[in-house]
């Protein structure tokens, strides 16, 4: 395998990256909010291992990480 890093020079160049996929129909309230529960782990705590690996490290990859979540019938995830 190879794997070729990006890394920008400040945060006003390089892009932006998005991840998504399918997820649990709009109507399913439980797993909506189990969802919530797992992003606000991965991005928004004290020990949070997406922020750990991309933003806080002496190279990082990314300024940020943001999810997010978009209802239709079927609910797509989002990572930015």
Known sequence: ????????????????????WRATKANNYFEKNALKIVWKYLTDS???????????????????ISPSSFDNSEGVQVVK
């Open 46 to 64: 004290a020990v949070d291992p997406l922020r750990r690996e991309f933003v806080d490290t002496a190279e990082p990859l990314a300024s940020k």
């Open 1 to 20: 395998d190879i794997e070729i890093e990006f890394p920008a020079e400040d945060d006003t160049t390089g892009g932006m990256v998005y991840f998504a």
